[in-house]
């Protein structure tokens, strides 16, 4: 009896362990930022100044050159191995269909600790896009989806 409980006590430690090597990860916020024609999205560090030059860019849409998705995120791959942000956008429709586009990032983490990401829609690709009307962020671990976040809208 006292061998069956020792040996069932060893198994459950095993795969309590073999548990903590799993990939695990979490989307925490998503902050989706015009950027001007310099490729800054506000002119000081103050939180106050950014939204409200975000509130010029949006009024403004000649004086935007790209919009940048910052993502904070916390995850820890199998072996260290990388994980993947994906930022899937939907744009306005051009005959039947929404545009859609994809921006992915590998990214590295070898601690459970959160960490800021920006994948940015730039340049002549922002321009053939235009405006953003959707977007979703997902944290891959390969092709399993650890985590995602998205807009009202999507």
């Given at each position: 009896m006292r ?7 060893a198994?459950?430690l ?7 090597f ?16 310099k490729?800054?999205h ?9 939204d ?10 000649e004086q ?26 939907r744009?306005?429709?051009k005959?039947?269909l929404?545009?859609?586009k ?18 940015a829609?730039?340049g ?31």
């Amino acid at each position: 009896m006292r061998r069956s409980l020792n040996l069932l006590i060893a198994l459950a430690l095993l795969m309590g362990a073999a548990s903590t090597f799993a990939a695990s990860g979490r989307v925490l916020k998503v902050l989706p930022h015009f950027l001007d024609l310099k490729g800054r999205h506000t002119l000081s560090p103050s939180l106050f100044d950014r939204d409200a030059y975000q509130a010029q860019l949006r009024r403004h849409p000649e004086q935007r050159y790209g919009v940048r998705f910052d993502i904070q995120w916390q995850g820890r791959a199998d072996a260290g191995g990388p994980l993947k942000l994906r930022v899937e956008l939907r744009g306005m429709a051009k005959g039947d269909l929404p545009r859609t586009k994809i921006l992915e990032q590998q990214v590295t983490a070898r601690s459970n600790r959160s960490r800021w990401t920006g994948l940015a829609l730039a340049g002549e690709d922002y321009k053939q896009f235009g405006d953003v009307t959707a977007w979703r962020v997902t944290l891959l671990d390969g092709d399993r989806v650890l985590s995602e976040q998205q807009s009202f809208l999507w």
